[in-house]
Each structure stands twice: as C-alpha cells, then as structure tokens.
C-alpha cells in the first residue's frame, strides 16, 4: 500500500526551512538547495511543490501572515471587552517570544526586497491591507468614524516600529518598552 503523503504539511515543512534559512543567512542565502539541506531533503521535493525560488519565498511570507492572522482571530473571536481585544491583537502582532520574533525576522527581510520586485512588493500590500482592516474592526466598536482609519493606520506605524526595534534588538527590557508603547496608545484612546 502507497504511503499517504500531506501535502499541506509537505509545504509547511519546506516553508519552516526556508525560514529556517532566512533567519539564519538573509534572504540572499535563500537558495532551493540551501532550503532542501534545512529540510533534509532534495531540491526535487522542493519543486514539486513550489515552481521555483520566488514562489517559496511568495509562499514563507504568506504563511508568516496567516500564522499571525489566525491566532489574531482567535483572540478577536474569544475576548469580548473591546478595549482588551484590541491590546490582545496588539500584543501579539509583536516579535514577544521566539516564534513571533522569527515571523518578524521573515517580515524584515521581505520589506527591502520587495521594494524591486513586483511579486513580492503586491503579496506586501496585500497583507498590509488585510492588516489594516483586521486593526479597522477591532478599532470600530472603541472609536467612531473616520477615526478608524486614521488610527488604524497609525497603529500600523506603530506596530511596525516596535516590531521593528524589538526584532532588531530582542532584550527583555525592548520587549517591556513595546508592550508599554501599546499601553500608552490604549489609553489615549479613552
């Protein structure tokens, strides 16, 4: 009997890798050979499911939002209090613990990149847009009108500079600063 393959699961793994790699040597060492040493397999396992380098690398920054995105939900779905929801989303669209950090190391490195090159710059913006909406909802039942977007957007200015501070710098004491900036926007909002 053939043995079943999970080929979602496949992916995820080759995605991991990537990481894995990226994290370790930049986006620029991010080559399908490299990736198949991470993930102890052949760089064919690897195109069998991604048609190439950039689809791999379209496909980690993906899962990178869509991780975050659904603990995200979960926490919008699971805490009623308004004003605690947002501070729980806030919360965890920060590099807090090792795995966040590692979703902002695959960020960052996106962010240059994406800059010259069209694929990557239009997965950017997509997930900005899903970003800012998410930020949107969970600002609506606090704020009214144009104030939403307004500070939704000002939350992904600020959200981006911790991150980017926290992640460039992962101390104790970045992380407590981070979570204190949060705090300090919250209450402006009363």
């Not at 997509?126 to 000002?154: F, M, T």
């Amino acid at each position: 009997m053939p043995k079943k393959v999970d080929h979602d699961e496949r992916r995820r793994e080759l995605v991991q890798a990537s990481w894995d790699v990226l994290c370790v040597d930049g986006l620029e060492g991010v080559s399908l050979r490299r990736v198949a040493q991470a993930a102890n397999c052949t760089t064919g396992r690897i195109a069998h499911y991604f048609k190439g380098r950039d689809e791999l690398l379209i496909a980690s920054l993906r899962m990178a939002h869509t991780q975050a995105g659904a603990r995200m939900r979960v926490i919008a779905e699971s805490e009623t209090d308004p004003l605690k929801r947002l501070r729980a989303i806030l919360l965890e669209s920060l590099p807090l613990d090792a795995r966040r950090l590692k979703e902002w190391q695959v960020w960052l490195s996106f962010w240059a990149v994406s800059i010259g090159h069209k694929d990557l710059s239009a997965e950017n913006q997509l997930r900005y847009q899903e970003w800012r909406a998410a930020l949107a909802d969970a600002l609506r039942p606090i704020v009214s009108g144009k104030q939403v977007s307004v500070l939704a957007d000002r939350l992904v200015t600020l959200i981006d500079g911790l991150g980017v501070g926290v992640t460039l710098s992962p101390t104790k004491e970045a992380r407590q600063r981070a979570q204190n900036e949060i705090d300090i926007f919250l209450k402006s909002l009363n």
